[in-house]
């Protein structure tokens, strides 16, 4: 994917989330998906890793953690348990851009 997420946050704020993407539709869809992460006080990190754990057919994600901050994140997010309200919310933006950096 061609898109970047920065992300800097203090506990649960989105203090400063830019997105740098050559594809227009990319950066409405990750506000998208920042917006549900807050909704229920979680990190967008938090919530993406949440969400590929969860497919039956992944074993493990890939991330870059070059602060304990950000390990720690990472393990909490492999505890998050999603419930379908959640994963509906997720799938509802996906739906509307299935394919944002063609």
Request: proline share 5%; with cysteine.
């Amino acid at each position: 994917m061609v898109t970047t997420l920065c992300l800097a946050t203090t506990g649960f704020g989105f203090e400063s989330l830019m997105i740098h993407s050559k594809y227009s539709d990319s950066g409405v869809m990750v506000w998208e998906y920042a917006d549900i992460a807050g909704k229920y006080g979680l990190s967008p990190a938090s919530l993406s890793i949440a969400f590929v754990l969860k497919h039956p057919l992944v074993a493990s994600a890939v991330f870059g953690a070059t602060k304990a901050w950000q390990l720690r994140e990472v393990l909490q997010a492999s505890k998050i348990h999603l419930t379908m309200e959640i994963i509906a919310e997720i799938n509802k933006v996906h739906a509307r851009y299935p394919n944002p950096c063609p």
